[in-house]
């Protein structure tokens, strides 16, 4: 049994891990294959998790239709892991294989299609980037996902496995995420290919690693991984800073050949800098703005958390609202600041955010290092080289290039896994693509001694606005709900055993006809304490003839108290020893089908896994 928390909520269960082992010849160590057996309440999770365990049963079969493996593997089918992990926190506080470590490949999807990503690692992954690229026939991920992960309050079973001292990586596909978690997560739906690259990835991986030498000490670094033409790349975080700094002094000799050339002054390259911000933060604004708007038209988007099933239509809406902000931009300072200012400004933004993340969050610097020093170099070559203008623009595409193999990928991965909802980090991305790309708009651009005409200068945004417009408007047409794409709706049962007082709660913000037969109003005073969490539609219910958790103080010590939770006869949930932290608040239990809520005596918050 394990409990988990959340911000005042607390769960806990008896969990079933099904943990089967295939014994090395002359073992190094132990590989742990992990995926969850369980699935949410509201689907069959034949993706989340079902493809992960069908990948493991034939990775098995694989293995022993062939040699065998040097190093003992082990397959983990936890359970609760939805509910809180608590399989994979019982494995690892339990279990022999749990308390010794070893190497851990966990496997989760967030969606229904997709290739395989590898989108999480432990601390000190050099040598497993290098199995991962060397053993995987098609490996896809990329550093920066492992970085923006760490910045997500997520877990998954790889979590509390790589707390308790394994080493390893974490994979999942997250393509078509609106039927994650939802009743549309079944066998029809999964994409036969994306349960393919699992299995691969995972056979390829484990007999790799089944016939390493894992007795070898870790390096003490990271590396660096991404793909680019079809190749995957790394090399080791040693290299982050030379590269980012590299990248400085590109740029800043650039900056000073452009001012030698008389293209630009001091005072106006500050201001293409400073400048560079607005595009940025208009474009995040209007992809968070469409999304309210998008909510406001219809309400049941906020269910969905920005998951839709059909979003392309928005996402372009987005990327021509991102290219009118840039382009506008550029558009307007063109004649007052100069090309060579706002194209020297743009880089500066990268060498900036490359050492930035350099120190911050290094697996993501080359993101930004890389288009920076490839684009310095390049335009640098553009001012050496006695060459029209064409020629010398075609000189400086390397930076563009460069971008758009990197940071296109990076806005796609953030629309699948995080959804409309957080449309401002896709817009953020594709607004900085945009800035190291608009300057090459000068090929079509009049000379800057012609004045423009009004309609002209007009003619860009308002186009933009109106092909916006329309992608919106079909947006709203084709991603419409059916019994195949169901909206979601949102109606639980909750219970306060102390009281006996019972209510239906709804986080709907507009609740359909047949979920307004149990909710009536916005009454949250009298639910238990951490439940009423924003605004919630409630109504009063029967209370159910089950009793509430009863709680016992066995060992307190220090900031750590040792208690004995039990049930009534009849409650689906045996006594159990647990372990809470002293704080305010009031102990609440989850129980399937309903909640209850009790007391303890010394008030406690569990804690977090």
């Known amino acids: 049994m394990r409990i988990a928390t959340a911000a005042g909520l607390a769960a806990f269960g008896q969990v079933d891990n099904i943990v089967a082992g295939l014994r090395g010849t002359d073992s190094t160590g132990t590989v742990l294959i992990a995926a969850h057996h369980d699935s949410a309440a509201m689907g069959p999770g034949a993706s989340d998790d079902g493809a992960a365990v069908a990948a493991m049963i034939e990775t098995v079969r694989a293995l022993r239709a062939g040699p065998g493996p040097r190093n003992d593997i082990v397959l983990l089918m936890s359970d609760g892991e939805e509910d809180g992990v608590l399989g994979a926190e019982a494995f690892a506080r339990e279990h022999p294989v749990g308390k010794a470590g070893g190497v851990l490949l966990n496997w989760e999807a967030r969606g229904v299609s997709g290739p395989s990503l590898m989108f999480q690692t432990s601390a000190n992954n050099a040598r497993l980037v290098e199995t991962f690229v060397n053993a995987v026939p098609a490996p896809r991920g990329h550093s920066a996902m492992a970085e923006l992960y760490r910045l997500l309050p997520n877990n998954t079973d790889f979590t509390p496995l790589t707390r308790a001292g394994f080493s390893g990586m974490n994979f999942a596909y997250i393509q078509r995420s609106s039927l994650y978690h939802t009743a549309n997560d079944s066998i029809a739906n999964l994409n036969p290919g994306s ?3 699992h299995g691969t990835n995972m056979l390829a991986l484990t007999r790799a690693l089944g016939d390493a030498d894992l007795r070898m000490p870790a390096p003490d670094h990271d590396a660096t991984y991404f793909r680019a ?23 800043a000799g650039l900056a000073v050949l452009a001012r030698v050339r008389r293209l630009l002054s001091l005072p106006r390259l500050i201001a293409a800098t400073v400048s560079a911000l607005v595009p940025l933060v208009v474009s995040a604004a209007l992809a968070q703005g469409l999304w309210q708007l998008l909510v406001a038209w219809r309400p049941a988007y906020d269910l969905m958390g920005g998951l839709l099933h ?17 382009l506008g931009w550029y558009l307007l300072l063109r004649r007052g600041l100069g090309p060579a200012a706002l194209a020297v400004g743009a880089l500066t933004w990268f060498a900036g955010l490359g050492s930035l993340c350099a120190q911050a969050a290094p697996g993501a610097s080359f993101l930004f290092a890389l288009p920076a020093l490839v684009g310095a170099l390049g335009w640098l070559a553009a001012l050496l080289l006695r060459t029209p203008a064409w020629a010398r623009t075609v000189v400086a595409m390397p930076g563009p290039v460069t971008a758009a193999m990197l940071l296109p990928s990076l806005a796609g991965d953030a629309f699948d896994g995080m959804g409309l909802a957080l449309g401002g980090v896709s ?14 708009a000068e090929l079509l651009l009049p000379d800057l001694a012609t004045r423009p005409r009004r309609a002209a200068v007009l003619a860009a945004p308002l186009t933009a606005l109106l092909l916006a417009a329309v992608l919106v408007a079909t947006g709203l047409v084709v ?3 059916d019994a195949d794409r169901p909206q979601r709706r949102h109606l639980a049962y909750v219970m306060d055993a102390d ?5 239906w709660v709804s986080a709907d913000a507009a609740p359909p006809p047949w979920t307004r037969q149990y909710v009536s109003g916005h009454d949250t005073s009298t639910l238990p304490a951490g439940y009423a969490r924003g605004t919630l539609w409630t109504g009063r219910a029967p209370a159910i003839a089950a009793g509430g958790p009863r709680v016992a103080v066995l060992a307190p010590s220090g900031d750590t108290v040792k208690l004995q939770v039990a049930v009534e006869k009849g409650t689906p949930r045996p006594p159990h020893l647990v372990s809470a ?4 608040g009031d102990l609440i239990a989850v129980t399937p089908g309903y909640t209850l809520t009790g007391h303890s005596r010394t008030p406690a918050r569990l804690p977090s896994g």
């Open 195 to 197: 349960l393919q690259h």
């Open 229 to 251: 033409l079809g190749t995957m790349i790394t090399y080791p975080n040693q290299l982050v800073w030379p590269l980012a700094l590299l990248a400085v002094v590109a740029v």
């Open 310 to 326: 059909s979003p392309r239509p928005y996402q372009a809406a987005i990327v021509v609202l991102c290219a009118s902000a840039v």
């Open 427 to 440: 817009a953020l991305v594709l607004a900085l693509f945009g800035l190291i790309v608009v300057p090459i």
């Open 479 to 481: 991603d419409d709900f």
């Open 499 to 503: 009281t006996r007082t019972a209510h």
């Open 581 to 584: 932290t002293r704080e305010d």
